[in-house]
């Protein structure tokens, strides 16, 4: 029996993008070889849906519909524009790589100040030397998702990171993403190396630029931890109100290293984070934690897997979700622990706040155990504010938005606290202040 494809207006219009885009996309002949393949992979699936378990709270389908072409280089107006953006967004002390509309913008970027223990190269300049055999192999789809696919076939620059064995840079590194073309998709793919007995913290924001709106991210990142390191990696999604912005991270953790991952998503329309870590190495430490700020008609998706490959291993999860208006928000995480992975130690806990009656919070917390000596457990909540302690504080004179804003910064404040960085930790409840604000 003959099995054809049958290709929908979207698959024709990203058909057309992709062949389109041909002369922007970076890479050797065998560069190219992976692309097309991984375009073949997505044209085959299609955007996911929810008859897909892993996606069935996030129908793309429905929710976005389509690809929007891809985004122009940036021209001299763009990058003005982007750098008021960095200005706005860039963190203090933090050595900014910029990237614009997924093209790196060096004159944006601290490159000089780096220095000698942090090494930096654009994904473009990589998969453009045609000496390098191993070049393709940084477009390796990893999964068969349908947006990691597209994301290997499209991308068309990231950085490629690597902090030197034994380092401790004195100053984080800042990724900067910067929408500034409306009605446009962007795609990044970067990877991130630390090395072994390593100390350093990697930043992500994505952020749009002045009036910038109805843009499309979709971004992916590889990072590799190295043995006897100490990692953080913050992540800061505030785009704007009617984008979409997906990223799809896959983490390797070696031996006795301390990672920390936090998230925060305060924009965009539709955004999903999907990780994916495996703990490779005994006798390692994982957090990962995060916060989802969401109101009017938003829709946030964190989608994580830790992968417990090996004995001795300890991973967290605090995730808090804080929705108004019709927001929806969607946790869906599992704990996998191999047959060899005895004395495994995995705690996952989800909270869910509901400031609205059409409010909605899905979540799926999932273990899947096949070792017998282990300590796991996993739980979820969802519920509105309480309202005896709202009419504690109303009683003593507060007004209800000011008194329903100490409240939820208290109920976030444990994820958020698990930022190491005294500074970092700062900049982060000022994110949430801020979000708090506009909701009066």
């Known amino acids: 029996m003959n099995v054809a494809v049958a290709k929908t207006g979207n698959g024709r219009a990203v058909s057309d993008l992709f062949a389109s885009a041909a002369g922007r996309l970076p890479g050797s002949p065998s560069v190219i070889a992976v692309r097309r393949e991984a375009f073949e992979t997505y044209e085959r699936l299609g955007l996911p849906h929810r008859r897909i378990e892993e996606w069935k709270y996030t129908d793309l389908r429905a929710l976005v519909g389509e690809v929007l072409p891809l985004a122009a280089a940036p021209d001299a107006a763009a990058l003005k524009r982007a750098a008021d953006a960095v200005k706005a967004h860039a963190i203090a002390g933090a050595r900014k790589l910029v990237l614009v509309d997924g093209v790196f913008a060096a004159d944006l970027s601290d490159l000089k100040a780096l220095g000698s223990e942090v090494s930096v190269k654009t994904l473009r300049e990589v998969l453009e030397n045609k000496a390098n055999p191993a070049a393709a192999d940084l477009l390796q789809t990893i999964s068969s998702d349908a947006v990691i696919s597209l994301n290997a076939a499209m991308a068309t620059d990231g950085v490629v990171i690597s902090v030197a064995d034994g380092a401790q840079p004195s100053a984080p590194v800042q990724l900067i993403h910067v929408a500034t073309a409306s009605s446009a998709s962007s795609f990044t793919r970067s990877h991130l190396r630390i090395g072994k007995g390593a100390r350093a913290t990697i930043i992500e924001s994505f952020v749009a630029a002045g009036k910038t709106s109805a843009y499309q991210v979709n971004d992916a990142v590889i990072l590799a931890v190295g043995d006897n390191a100490d990692a953080a990696h913050i992540r800061l999604m505030d785009d704007s109100p009617d984008a979409v912005n997906i990223t799809s991270q896959f983490v390797t953790v070696g031996a006795n290293t301390k990672l920390n991952?936090?998230?925060?998503?305060?924009?965009?329309?539709?955004?999903?984070?999907?990780?994916?870590?495996?703990?490779?190495?005994?006798?390692?430490?994982?957090?990962?934690?995060?916060?989802?700020?969401?109101?009017?008609?938003?829709?946030?998706?964190?989608?994580?897997?830790?992968?417990?490959?090996?004995?001795?291993?300890?991973?967290?999860?605090?995730?808090?979700?804080?929705?108004?208006?019709?927001?929806?928000?969607?946790?869906?995480?599992?704990?996998?622990?191999?047959?060899?992975?005895q004395k495994t130690d995995g705690k996952m806990m989800i909270r869910a706040l509901l400031l609205s009656d059409e409010a909605e919070a899905d979540n799926k917390p999932e273990l899947e155990i096949f070792a017998d000596d282990v300590s796991c457990?996993?739980?979820?909540?969802?519920?509105?504010?309480?309202?005896?302690?709202?009419?504690?504080?109303?009683?003593?004179?507060?007004?209800?938005?000011?008194?329903?804003?100490?409240?939820?910064?208290?109920?976030?404040?444990?994820?958020?606290?698990?930022?190491?960085?005294?500074?970092?930790?700062?900049?982060?409840?000022?994110?949430?202040?801020?979000?708090?604000?506009?909701?009066?």
């Open 261 to 341: 991952f936090f998230n925060m998503t305060t924009g965009a329309a539709v955004s999903r984070l999907q990780g994916f870590i495996t703990l490779a190495g005994e006798g390692s430490e994982l957090s990962v934690n995060g916060v989802n700020l969401l109101q009017k008609t938003e829709h946030g998706d964190t989608t994580l897997v830790v992968d417990h490959a090996v004995p001795n291993c300890v991973s967290r999860e605090v995730f808090r979700a804080v929705i108004d208006d019709r927001a929806h928000s969607v946790f869906q995480g599992r704990i996998i622990v191999r047959p060899d992975a």
């Open 377 to 440: 457990g996993h739980g979820a909540t969802a519920g509105a504010l309480d309202d005896s302690l709202l009419f504690y504080l109303k009683a003593r004179g507060l007004p209800e938005k000011q008194a329903q804003a100490l409240l939820i910064q208290a109920f976030v404040g444990e994820a958020i606290e698990q930022i190491a960085d005294d500074d970092l930790r700062e900049h982060v409840i000022g994110i949430a202040e801020r979000w708090l604000e506009r909701r009066q």
